[in-house]
């Protein structure tokens, strides 16, 4: 992902780094991490102003990107086309749609199209000027702070009851998400340039995340982190590097427990019509899953091309009885099947996979952070709608297909000094 990774580096001509474009770099990141930095009280009204700050600043971005003297660097098209695809059938399917409420689907479809901006505007405007090592430090000191205010939030508050919104307002999928993919930066930029002073970055920033996502309470992301910890030290070479990650991650494996089994003893439960009493943090939602797969196999319409964008959450009420109002299927497979069809799953998940495909290809370093980092991200989507961006998951799909754009435009691109 940085540019001094490479090693076309010493031929490569220095570009100037202006300072007005670090400054959009950090602002950029701030609006995507403002969900978690404290900023806000709470998350009711403050979804529409960071949409609004995240479009700005991505217009900026988009601005210097086709006003560059430089042509920018080249994103595969097996991954833009499907993407851009995907936001075609996403407006398509508005048309299909009688919404109770129309402005939300379209604030949503917004910030979803913010991840395609960030990927195709934002990303290779930081690789055309050198700043993907600018960026990748950025984040992982924001990370860190929005981690410390984190711990600092519950260490003072303690933990919210179960469903509602966890560490610094910001619901504990959304905050786990985020601290997978700067547990993923974190050892990517230190393997990249493991010098004392990165160190002194890199490992307080990793325990201050680690911690973050365990008190945060997301059962997935805790796992999903401590999977890419693994894959990234079994790659060590001395064994006994790999002991003492395998120490690490036994402590990390007694948090867990401690965690789940705090989350199990909140846990409030719900009763079905058949009179089976669930757990409601995870229970429910095996019988919500079959709900939804008996819709979307209804009939042959839904089947291919969905209900509509956001409108799982006031049809399926409609369509089918549940105990408790379903706003969201909680599994990202279900909820892109049911409201855009198979077509829609072959255009969400295609770009994915060429992403898992380039990744695995680029550098070791990224084979064994970055890539294991997308996967867990993906795997999450089984108990959360992960990557299907709405105005209740944050900016955490703007911030992924920033760091993918990066990743994919690792090598640096010849140029002449360039300004902004």
């Not at 379209?106 to 960030?118: C, D, H, K, V």
């Not at 860190?144 to 966890?166: C, D, F, K, R």
């Amino acid at each position: 992902m940085g540019a001094s990774g490479s090693t076309n580096q010493s031929t490569t001509p220095k570009v100037e780094q202006s300072l007005l474009l670090k400054a959009l770099v950090i602002l950029l990141l701030c609006s995507l991490s403002c969900e978690h930095l404290g900023l806000v009280i709470a998350m009711h009204g403050v979804s529409y102003a960071k949409l609004y700050l995240n479009t700005i600043v991505l217009v900026l971005f988009g601005a210097i990107r086709f006003l560059s003297p430089q042509p920018p660097p080249s994103l595969p098209q097996s991954i833009v086309i499907p993407l851009v695809l995907l936001h075609a059938w996403i407006l398509a399917s508005f048309a299909i749609v009688d919404y109770p409420f129309m402005l939300g689907p379209i604030f949503t479809y917004i910030n979803s199209l913010s991840g395609l901006l960030a990927l195709i505007w934002a990303a290779p405007v930081i690789a055309l000027y050198r700043l993907q090592d600018f960026t990748l430090k950025a984040f992982i000191i924001i990370a860190g702070i929005v981690s410390l205010l984190g711990i600092a939030h519950t260490l003072t508050s303690g933990m919210p009851p179960l469903g509602e919104v966890s560490i610094l307002n910001a619901n504990h999928m959304h905050i786990g998400l985020y601290m997978i993919l700067a547990t993923g930066c974190i050892l990517y930029y230190f393997n990249e340039h493991p010098t004392r002073g990165n160190a002194l970055l890199c490992i307080p920033a990793f325990f201050l995340v680690l911690a973050a996502i365990v008190l945060s309470g997301s059962r997935a992301a805790t796992i999903a982190s401590l999977a890419i910890v693994v894959i990234w030290g079994w790659s060590f070479k001395n064994w006994k590097s790999k002991v003492s990650i395998l120490i690490f991650i036994g402590l990390a494996l007694v948090a867990l427990s401690m965690q789940m089994e705090d989350r199990a003893q909140a846990s409030s439960s719900i009763t079905l019509s058949n009179g089976l009493e669930v757990d409601f943090s995870l229970g429910y939602r095996f019988f919500m899953w079959y709900g939804i797969v008996s819709v979307i196999f209804s009939n042959p319409i839904t089947f291919l091309i969905g209900l509509g964008y956001e409108s799982l959450s006031f049809k399926f009420n409609e369509l089918i009885y549940f105990p408790v109002y379903v706003n969201a299927a909680h599994n990202i497979f279900l909820q892109v099947w049911c409201e855009l069809g198979l077509v829609g799953m072959v255009l969400f998940f295609m770009p994915l996979l060429f992403v898992l495909l380039r990744l695995s290809k680029i550098t070791p370093s990224i084979r064994v952070t970055l890539l294991p980092t997308v996967i867990a991200v993906i795997m999450t989507g089984f108990t959360q709608e992960t990557l299907y961006a709405n105005m209740a998951s944050g900016n955490f799909n703007s911030l992924f297909w920033l760091f993918i754009g990066l990743a994919l435009l690792h090598e640096p691109i010849p140029s002449s000094n360039l300004k902004v």
